[in-house]
Structure formats: C-alpha cells, structure tokens
C-alpha cells in the first residue's frame, strides 16, 4: 500500500506573536500581532483579536472561538459578549445541520438493498 506523505510547511510570510487576555471567568481574548521573520512588528498587516470561551449545553462544554472586528484591546472587550452570541448561533445551526444529514443517512430495511439479504426480512 502507497501512501503520500505530507509535509508541513511554516508560513514564514504569516507571522503573528500572540498574547492573551483574560477575565478568568467568561473567556479569553488573544491579541495576534503580526510580525516579520526577525520578529519586527508588521504594520503592512492588521492586528486580529480572537476571543474563545465556552457555553454549557446539554451535551456538555461547547468550546467556542471567534475573530473580533476590533481596533484595539478596549474594543475587543467591549464587542465579546455579542461576538460570542454569533459564535453560538453559528455552531448551533452548524450541529442542526448535521442532524439533518445524518437523519437523512439512517438506512432502512428494504430500502437500500446493501443489507445482507437485500436487506428483506422474512419470517
């Protein structure tokens, strides 16, 4: 059996040093500076702001993770609450759709014939 190996290759050109922030209650922010490969600050780029908390569903912990449409540190504050709630709703309707798929996926008897048999039971 032949099997391609991948290689992982750094992207020396998408530099960012990242620093964290945190309330130690609802989530943490993440500040991603992007630098050259000596380590400069790359002002050619924008600063991104990630926030990632986690909400308590049914299932369990739902990690959550989203980018934050912010200048500076102050807005990217100010904008998590509401960050957050999209990151929500989108994975919310995310897993509804996979629900959808994997409901149309089940295999019934008789329907597909791939069971043994054809899939038809006789008694």
């Known amino acids: 059996m032949n099997q391609e190996t991948q290689t992982a ?35 050619s780029r ?15 912990a739902l ?6 449409q912010a200048d500076n540190l102050a ?10 709630k999209v990151a ?4 919310m309707k995310e897993l509804e759709e996979l629900r959808r798929e994997q409901a149309s996926s089940i295999v019934m008897p008789g329907a597909g014939g791939d069971l043994p048999g054809g899939g038809k039971i006789q008694l």
């Open 88 to 91: 929500f709703e989108d994975a």
């Open 9 to 43: 290759t750094f992207n020396g050109e998408n530099l960012y040093r990242e620093e964290s922030f945190t309330d130690r209650t609802v989530g943490t922010l993440r500040r991603m500076t992007p630098v050259d490969k000596e380590g400069n600050i790359d002002n």
């Open 75 to 84: 807005d990217a504050i100010a904008g998590f609450s509401d960050g957050a």
């Open 46 to 60: 924008a600063v991104v702001y990630v926030g990632q908390t986690q909400v308590m569903t049914a299932m369990g």
């Open 63 to 68: 990690p959550l993770s989203f980018e934050l």
